[in-house]
C-alpha cells in the first residue's frame, strides 16, 4: 500500500481510508471509481434517485433494497455494493454520495492530480470535456486533472469551475444578478 498522508478527517474519512485501502488490496480501484461517478451522475440527474437517498421516511431497510437493486442493475462491483450497504446500514445512506466525491477527491490527490468541478446546465459531451481540460490546463499550468462535472439547471448557462481555493463563474445566473445588483445601484 501507498505510504501517503492520511489528508481526511472526520466521519467521512473513516469510509474513504478504508475503503481506499480495501480497493488498493484488490486492485478495484479503477472499477469502483467508475461506478461511483455513474452514482453520483445518477442522483444528480434523476430526482426520484436523490429523493431515495435523502428521505428519512423511507427506511433504512428500504432503501438498502432499493439501492441493492440499483446497483445490481448497473453491473456496480462487489465491492461498491457492500459499500453501500455498510452506509446504509449505519444510518448514513444520505451522506453516500458525499462520501463518494471525497473518496474520487482523494483518489485524485494520491494519483497528484488537481480536482476541478464544472458545473454546466447541461451534460457536456467528450469533445466539450476535452477542450475544457485543454483550457484549464494551459490557465493552471498543472499537469494533470480530474474533471469532476456536475449539472446545475439553475444556471440557465454557461458554466461555474471551481479548482482549490479559486472560482470561475460564467454562468448566464450570475451575469443577470450581477445586472440587477447594477441597475438597483444606478436608482
Do not use: W
Not at 11 to 33: G, M
Not at 99 to 117: A, D, P, Q, Y
Not at 128 to 139: A, N
Request: proline letters at 1%; charged letters at 30%.
Amino acid at each position: 500500500m501507498e505510504n501517503v498522508d492520511k489528508k481526511n478527517v472526520g466521519l467521512p474519512s473513516r469510509y474513504i481510508n478504508a475503503l481506499y485501502e480495501l480497493c488498493d488490496e484488490t486492485k478495484k480501484l479503477k472499477k469502483v471509481t467508475q461506478d461511483f461517478e455513474k452514482f453520483i451522475s445518477l442522483s444528480e440527474e434523476n430526482n426520484d434517485f436523490s429523493v431515495l437517498l435523502n428521505s428519512p421516511t423511507i427506511g433504512k431497510l428500504n432503501q438498502g433494497k432499493c439501492l441493492n437493486d440499483i446497483l445490481k442493475k448497473s453491473k456496480a462491483d462487489k465491492l461498491t455494493t457492500n459499500f453501500c450497504g455498510v452506509m446504509c446500514r449505519n444510518g448514513r445512506v444520505s451522506l453516500i454520495t458525499k462520501v463518494m466525491k471525497e473518496f474520487l477527491n482523494e483518489v485524485s490527490r494520491r494519483r497528484g492530480e488537481i480536482v476541478v468541478e464544472v458545473f454546466s446546465s447541461y451534460k457536456l459531451d467528450n469533445k466539450e470535456e476535452e477542450d475544457l481540460k485543454k483550457t484549464i490546463l494551459s490557465k493552471i499550468n498543472g499537469k494533470n486533472i480530474s474533471l469532476l462535472t456536475h449539472i446545475d439547471s439553475t444556471l440557465l448557462g454557461g458554466l461555474m469551475v471551481k479548482y482549490g481555493s479559486k472560482m470561475i463563474d460564467t454562468s448566464i445566473k450570475t451575469k443577470l444578478k450581477n445586472l440587477e445588483l447594477a441597475m438597483k445601484g444606478a436608482n
